[in-house]
């Protein structure tokens, strides 16, 4: 098993120091924060497998910092400190999901044990979530990465959809996730024990279409040696995805429709038909409106498929979900290489930040994977990103030319003025700056200022 990294978080230097003097006797690798700002951004770029955080600390309290921890990385658990324990700050720390609660003065033996039933429980996570992984069963609601307002906004409608049976059609760019929404929404569902049937509308030829939806009898056509029962009776009592429902010919549209509207179906070449409850959930990345105006979209399998319109942002307009994003993909390419990249790099984060993924959330993934792909170990850096790395000299290029500076000489210019003004200490200049001293220290070496 891999050094498991702790986060520890506390404005008592002394205790930070007792506390990373015995968890690196107990052979963890430690980070310390002083801030829970300063712990912020190192859970950005650091994967960490536990947290120890104080509860009152000034700026941000341990409860706030707790949160904002779980929204980036719920794969953290974290451990609370309070030199003023009551029964009411557990109760409250526990419902916003911390692992466990420690009173101050800590007992150092208590710590040491709860640190190895924490490292137990994420062995065992590890493995139940790898076993999960090979059963198939990665499509949860969890997979709906994102602590943006408006991915809040789709978890939430998703809980409210899902209990009813209700058609569901999602909009959204390719590559936003409109498999997970509908696989979330059906696995939220009393249907969820059921089949999730999702189809391709476009991937499938034109000739076969009918008979991959509806079915048909042997000897309905030229190859059709055996019955089949096609998509809406596979999905019967769960559910079917429609994915770029808008790129089915609109005589099949009509077929559809009656379906719909009947909910039975009759297999091509067959003299009866069957009865059909599968809830339908569709998808299309076109805009629906300006489909029907040029005829080659139903207005009423339109209305009939609208009853709950969800609309998928793209990534570009959520750019804080992005260093969420590279932290859930960090940890399964993990597992899936069976690697330790603990990390990635500032620089790295920022051109990722920076980019608007035409590709959406699927690009990002593919951009971490390729990262992998080609050997990254240790960390995620900007070299490991080629595809990125000529795209942010020409951005910074064409901003200066026009006179504006670029973040990284905003940057350079607000790290050495703190600097300056603390007499070089870099450890408050760190702390004022709401940035890690490591940050501090790689900034100041790139500046070849040490």
């Known amino acids: 098993m891999d050094t498991a990294r702790i986060l520890v978080v506390d404005d008592e230097p002394g205790l930070l120091e007792v506390l990373k003097e015995a968890l690196t006797l107990w052979e963890y690798d430690v980070v310390c924060a002083g801030t829970a700002r300063e712990a912020l951004e190192a859970v950005k770029t650091t994967l960490f497998d536990a947290a120890l955080t104080d509860i009152r600390m000034p700026e941000m309290s341990g409860l706030d910092l707790l949160r904002q921890i779980k929204r980036h990385d719920a794969a953290i658990p974290v451990v609370v400190m309070t030199g003023y324990p009551t029964i009411s700050s557990a109760v409250e720390a526990l419902k916003e999901g911390a692992y466990d609660y420690l009173s101050k003065p800590l007992i150092l033996d208590e710590v040491r044990h709860l640190m190895q039933r924490l490292m137990e429980r994420r062995f065992l996570r590890g493995e139940v979530t790898s076993l999960r992984a090979r059963l198939g069963e990665e499509l949860t609601a969890n997979e709906l990465v994102g602590a943006s307002a408006a991915m809040q906004t ?177 940890r399964r390419f993990n597992r899936r290489f069976r690697r330790g990249v603990r990390g990635i790099t500032a620089e790295a984060l920022q051109a990722l930040s920076a980019y608007d993924f035409p590709g959406n959330v699927r690009e990002l993934e593919n951009l971490i994977e390729r990262a992998y792909a080609v050997g990254a170990h240790d960390e995620i850096t900007l070299a490991d990103l080629p595809s990125l790395t000529t795209r942010v000299p020409a951005i910074a290029t064409a901003v200066s030319a026009r006179g504006i500076p670029t973040l990284g000489e905003v940057e350079r210019d607000l790290i050495l003025k703190a600097l300056a003004a603390f007499g070089g200490d870099k450890e408050e200049a760190a702390r004022t700056l709401g940035i890690s001293r490591r940050t501090i220290y790689r900034r100041l070496k790139e500046y070849g200022k040490l």
């Not at 029962?229 to 009592?237: D, M």
């Open 154 to 330: 789709v978890k939430e409608t998703i809980e409210k959809v899902a209990v009813t049976d209700s058609p569901v059609l999602i909009e959204g760019e390719s590559g936003t996730g409109k498999e997970l929404v509908a696989a979330a929404i059906h696995r939220l569902s009393a249907r969820a024990r059921k089949p999730f049937i999702p189809v391709n509308c476009s991937a499938i030829p034109e000739n076969l279409l009918e008979s991959e939806f509806f079915g048909h009898v042997r000897g309905a056509f030229t190859g059709a040696v055996n019955d089949a029962v096609g998509l809406f009776r596979s999905a019967h009592e769960g559910t079917l995805f429609l994915d770029e429902i808008a790129e089915l010919p609109v005589a099949l549209q009509v077929k559809l429709l009656r379906v719909l509207q009947e909910m039975q179906v009759r297999p091509v070449g067959g003299a009866r038909s069957y009865p059909v409850d599968a809830r339908i959930i569709a998808a299309t990345n076109r805009n629906v409106e300006q489909a029907i105006s040029e005829g080659s979209f139903r207005q009423d399998l339109f209305y009939r498929l609208n009853v709950i319109h969800l609309a998928l942002p793209p990534l570009r307009e959520r750019r804080d979900d992005v260093a969420v994003l590279v932290t859930h993909f960090l």
